[in-house]
C-alpha cells in the first residue's frame, strides 16, 4: 500500500475504509479557487460596481484571479496517476458526473479572465510595441493587430471590460460553488452531506481573496517605497470584516446541521468534535482565525484607526483570516476522510514531506502562482496601468 494512505483507526470499519485517498493537494485545490473568486470580487467592486476606492487594486486584483487559475488544475492534475487522462473527461463528456463539469467551468472562467485581462492591460501592451527592446515582438504579439488608442477605442475597451466582469461575477462565485456543491453532495460522508457546505465554501473564497490581496497590496507598496493608499487599503477592510463577520455565522450552522443529522454516527462524531477537531477547529480555524481577526477589525473600525496602526492590524487581520480558511479547506477535506463510513470508528492521516503528494509538492503549487504574479507584474506593472488608464475614464 502506498505509505502515504496508511492509516490508523479506532473502533470498527471496514477493510475498504482504512485508505485516505484524498491527500493535502485537494486540500490546496479549493483554497486556490477561492483565492481566484475573492480576487475577482474585488476587482468587480470597481469595475462593475463603481467603487472608486478600490480603484488603486482593481487592475492587480485581476491580474492576481489570472495567475492563480491558471494553477489551479495543477493540484488535480498531481493527484491523478495519470494526469494525461484529464482531458478524457473534456473530449469524452459525461454530463451527469459533477467532476466531469468543472472542465468547462474552468476553462470558460480561463477565457473570460484572459480576455478581461487583455482588455484592461491593451493600452501598455500597444506602448510597449512601439518600443525598441528585446520585448518589443512579444508585446507586438500581444496587441493581435490593434494598436488604436483612441478615444472611441477606449470606450468600446471599457464597455468590454464592464460586460466581461458582469459575466465573470457568476462565473468565479459559481465556479466556487461548484467546489463546495462537490462536498456537500457526498451522502456517504457524514462530515460533507450539508446543504450549507456550497455557501459556506463561496463567502469563505471571498474573503480569502479579499485577505489575500491585502497582504499584497500592503507588500507591494513596501517594496515599491510608496504610500499606502489608505481609503483603498480601508475599503477592502470592510469587506473583509462585514464577509468574515456572514462567514463565521454560515460556518457555525453549517456545523450545528452537521452534528444534528449526525444520529447513526452521533458517538463517532462526538468523539471527533470533542477530541481531535478540538484544536484545528475550534482553536485555529474559529477562534484564532476568525473571532480574532473580526474583533480586531470591530475595533480599528469603532476607533477610527488610520496609519501605521491600521496597516498593521488590517494586515495581520487578513493573514489570520487565509490562515483560518486553509484550516476549513483542512478540516473539510482531510476532517471528511477521518470519521469512517460506517460511522463506528476513526481513521488518521499521515502527511509525508517528500512525495508526489506530501508537503513539499502543496507548497510548490501554492508558491507557483506567487512567481508567476511577480513576473506578470514586471511585464505588466498594474500601479502604471491604473494611473494611464483611469484618467480617460
Known sequence: MDPLHVATFTGYVYPNETVIPWSVLIVVYPY???LVAGAFTVSSLYQVFGM??????????????????????????????????????????HLTSAMAIFGYAAGFYLCLLVL???FAFRPHIVRESQRKGPLRWFFRALTLGSDDLSENAMRYDRKWIFALA?????????????????????????WWSSDLMPVVFLFSAIISGVALLIVLYVASCKLRKIEID????????????????LTLVLEGLEFANIVYKGREGIDTIMEYVTGRLVIPFFVIQFAVGAVI?????????????????????VTASACLVLMSVFMMRWNVVIGGQEIAKTGKGLLDYHLLIF???????????????FVLLLLMTRLFPPWVIEAETLTHA
Request: charge should be positive; glycine fraction near 10%; proline fraction near 7%.
Open 293 to 313: 481577526p473580526i474583533l480586531a477589525l470591530s475595533f480599528m473600525i469603532w476607533r477610527g484607526t488610520t496609519g501605521r496602526a491600521l496597516v498593521a492590524g
Open 32 to 34: 486556490l479557487t477561492g
Open 230 to 245: 489608505l481609503p483603498c487599503l480601508k475599503g477592502m477592510a470592510y469587506t473583509l470584516w462585514g464577509f468574515a463577520m
Open 116 to 118: 478581461e485581462t487583455w
Open 355 to 369: 512525495h508526489r503528494e506530501g508537503l513539499v509538492a502543496a507548497l510548490s503549487v501554492v508558491a507557483a502562482p
Open 166 to 190: 458582469v459575466i465573470g461575477i457568476p462565473a468565479a462565485h459559481g465556479l466556487h460553488g461548484y467546489v463546495g456543491f462537490v462536498f456537500g453532495s457526498l451522502k456517504s460522508r457524514e
Open 52 to 93: 472608486q476606492r478600490f480603484k488603486p487594486v482593481a487592475h492587480f486584483a485581476l491580474l492576481t484571479s489570472l495567475c492563480f487559475m491558471l494553477f489551479v488544475p495543477v493540484p488535480l492534475l498531481l493527484h491523478l496517476g495519470h494526469p494525461e487522462r484529464a482531458f478524457n473527461s473534456t473530449i469524452t463528456p
